[in-house]
Nanobody, 126 residues
Framework: VQLVESGGGLVQTGDSLRLSCAASGRTASTLVMAWFRQAPGKEREFVGS????????YYADSVKGRFTISKNNADNTMYLQMNSLKPEDTGVYFC????????????????????WGQGTQVTVSS
């Protein structure tokens, strides 16, 4: 499975940005996909996840109400719509895939994700 993120950039506080994650290869076994981010000098953190069949989503408290994850099963693409961006949203955003079921907070477990994209930089200026 190959994952490629795109859509990052430099924006101002309050702006919106939409990230994409295109999956290719042996994607049939995908059960959950998620977004993570990593700020400079900090550990990678969970942003949100989506069940690939049901579309059920779950978000970290820090982004709830501002970020929305969606998917297009037809072309194996996941999206992250980010609104009302804040400087603390700055970081490299990664998409990841797991072939094991999880639900809600259980989907935040980083080691359970077996494929990762290369990341896309999001910078929010104040």
């Amino acid at each position: 499975v190959q994952l490629v993120e795109s859509g990052g950039g430099l924006v101002q506080t309050g702006d919106s940005l939409r990230l994409s994650c295109a999956a290719s290869g042996r994607t049939a076994s995908t059960l959950v996909m998620a977004w993570f981010r990593q700020a400079p000098g900090k550990e990678r953190e969970f942003v949100g996840s989506i069940n690939w069949s049901s579309g059920r989503t779950y978000y970290a408290d820090s982004v709830k109400g501002r970020f929305t994850i969606s998917k297009n099963n037809a072309d194996n693409t996941m999206y992250l719509q980010m609104n009302s961006l804040k400087p603390e949203d700055t970081g490299v955003y990664f998409c990841a895939r797991r072939g094991y079921y999880c639900e809600d907070a259980g989907c935040a477990d980083i080691p359970m994700y077996d494929y990762w994209g290369q990341g896309t930089q999001v910078t929010v200026s104040s």
